[in-house]
């Protein structure tokens, strides 16, 4: 018997969890409608719709990738390295380039219009370079498969440990074009993969594709569909392709909220995941700190907004008379650097470190436009985990501790477990940090460090933090390298041999 659901009533119970009870919304159930999937997330109880046409565009570009995977064994590395000069000659092609700048443009417009944020959206000359030495990047690398990694020998046979690759990769990304160079990483080692980008910058991934990927793809020989767009603006369309379990890795990128609700949709699948949502790096300043390189760690950290720009800061007790006017006159040096007001928050009690200038309304620049509002607020002691969303000035947390082990434990308890910098004079301080922050990423200078192209020179398909548990069998940087499985061959030279 095959019962489907095909209608929802308003109040109707929805099971998830084991022993609660979620219950249909009269506006999910008037959306409802016959062929359409409810994807019950089992840890929170959302009810998420997934209208029929999300699902398909979904599902076929999975199936894309998987009959592309299927093929890719007679796929040569001298094939997926022309792959990548094609794609990135084509980026560097100015007639080319012209479509994919004029697709971005509009995607820029439009997301003006709607009051979101554009820094990440805009296709710069920066960006663009970005994407085409990462390409090359991967041009020049070795993507292991075929690589014995242990060979164990017993009498009259051996076995092998291969490396190859791991199968579909599904993408979910925040809108940035330059997530391309990044998604198209996992081809290296014989992967393919299959992505949606946010809505933002749909019509410009689809420029991307139809202009410069899918042209590579062909000129190299490379499968149709081993990089899949699923092109959609539904949120629903990445809801459906982490319900689908072909997938082989599920990767979400984005913010906090949504990237959680993406990696629960994929485990609850089977799906392994690999999550980078929240961010937001600390920087802590010891009691042998140096100022002066205290206010450059600042200052460096604060030059745009990702996932590793300094977010809060902590300054020990017996410090703060020489480092808080340090710190301040380095988000000076920075509204300087950027041409705007930063806006600060201080946890309620050292509200009288701060001068009082800098509680003056001040205009700050958001996504929404500028706003005249105090220069600095105060917050609770509960709230140092949260990461500032900033579009043009910077915003960042300073809280007052008794010492560097205080610091450390307010870090592994509210952070996010991302990055974190301590700024200090003793190597066995920071041999100590080392080992009890709850970090995968410690430095001891600025955090901007923390990018896998800057710091290890692999473009990242992302960068995982420890929010949900440390990561198994890998590092905190997700690369193109990073996704494989290991086979095991057994070679026989003794015909007779047996057991």
């Known amino acids: 018997m095959d019962d489907r659901l095909t209608r929802l009533e308003p109040g109707m119970p929805i099971l998830y969890g084991g022993d609660r009870i979620?219950?249909?919304?009269?506006?999910?159930?008037?959306?409802?409608?016959?062929?359409?999937?409810?994807?019950?997330?089992?840890?929170?109880?959302?009810?998420?719709?997934?209208?029929?046409?999300?699902?398909?565009?979904?599902?076929?570009?999975?199936?894309?990738?998987?009959?592309?995977?299927?093929a890719m064994g007679t796929v040569t590395d001298d094939q997926i390295s022309d792959f990548y000069e094609a794609f990135a000659r084509r980026l560097a092609d100015d007639a080319v380039f012209d479509a994919i700048a004029a697709a971005n443009a509009s995607d820029v417009i439009r997301a003006r219009e709607r009051g979101r944020s554009t820094t990440?959206?805009?296709?710069?000359?920066?960006?663009?370079?970005?994407?085409?030495?990462?390409?090359?990047?991967?041009?020049?690398?070795?993507?292991?498969?075929?690589?014995?990694?242990e060979t164990i020998p017993h009498e009259g046979w051996r076995v092998e440990q291969v490396r190859s690759g791991l199968g579909v990769v599904g993408f979910v990304f925040e809108g940035r074009p330059n997530v391309f160079a990044d998604a198209t990483g996992v081809i290296r080692g014989g992967n393919t993969v299959v992505f949606r980008i946010g809505s933002d910058a749909l019509g410009t991934a689809e420029a991307i594709v139809a202009h410069a990927l899918d042209p590579a793809l062909a000129s190299s020989g490379l499968p149709e569909g081993t990089a899949s767009l699923v092109a959609s603006a539904a949120r629903a369309a990445g809801w459906a392709m982490f319900s689908d379990d072909r997938l082989a890795?599920?990767?979400?990128?984005?913010?906090?909220?949504?990237?959680?609700?993406?990696?629960?949709?994929?485990?609850?699948?089977?799906?392994?995941?690999?999550?980078?949502?929240?961010?937001g790096a600390w920087i802590v300043a010891a009691e042998t700190t140096d100022a002066a390189a205290f206010a450059a760690a600042v200052y460096h950290s604060l030059d745009r907004k990702v996932c590793n720009t300094l977010n809060t800061c902590c300054?020990?007790?017996?410090?703060?008379?020489?480092?808080?006017?340090?710190?301040?006159?380095?988000?000076?040096?920075?509204?300087?650097?950027?041409?705007?007001?930063?806006?600060?928050?201080?946890?309620?009690?050292?509200?009288?470190?701060?001068?009082?200038?800098?509680?003056?309304?001040?205009?700050?620049?958001?996504?929404?436009?500028?706003?005249?509002?105090?220069?600095?607020?105060?917050?609770?002691?509960?709230?140092?985990?949260h990461e500032w969303e900033w579009e043009a000035s910077p915003e960042v947390t300073l809280v007052v501790v008794a010492d560097v082990a205080a610091a450390i434990r307010l870090f592994n308890e509210q952070s996010p477990k991302f990055a974190a910098s301590l700024i200090s004079s003793e190597d066995v301080e920071h041999r100590r940090f080392f080992d009890t922050i709850d970090s995968p990423f410690v430095g001891n200078g600025m955090t901007r460090w923390v990018d896998g192209q800057y710091a290890l020179d692999r473009p990242e398909l992302g960068l995982s933090n420890w929010q949900f548990g440390r990561l198994f069998g890998r590092g905190g940087v997700l690369s193109g390298d990073s996704a494989f499985t290991i086979r095991t061959r057994a070679i026989q030279d003794d015909p007779d041999l047996g057991r």
């Open 249 to 279: 890795l599920a990767v979400a990128r984005g913010s906090g909220g949504a990237v959680a609700q993406l990696g629960a949709v994929a485990r609850q699948t089977g799906i392994p995941v690999s999550l980078h949502g929240t961010g």
């Open 120 to 149: 990440r959206l805009v296709l710069s000359d920066e960006m663009r370079a970005g994407m085409i030495d990462g390409l090359r990047l991967w041009r020049d690398a070795s993507g292991g498969r075929g690589t014995v990694v």
């Open 22 to 70: 979620a219950r249909v919304s009269a506006e999910l159930a008037a959306a409802f409608r016959e062929g359409d999937r409810l994807v019950v997330v089992q840890t929170t109880g959302d009810l998420l719709h997934v209208p029929a046409d999300a699902w398909e565009v979904a599902t076929d570009a999975v199936g894309r990738a998987v009959a592309a995977f299927e």
């Open 315 to 385: 300054i020990v007790e017996s410090r703060t008379e020489d480092l808080v006017p340090a710190f301040l006159e380095a988000l000076r040096r920075v509204e300087a650097r950027l041409g705007v007001s930063a806006k600060l928050h201080v946890v309620k009690g050292s509200e009288a470190l701060i001068p009082d200038d800098w509680f003056a309304p001040a205009v700050i620049a958001r996504a929404e436009g500028e706003v005249t509002e105090p220069q600095t607020e105060l917050i609770g002691a509960d709230m140092l985990g």
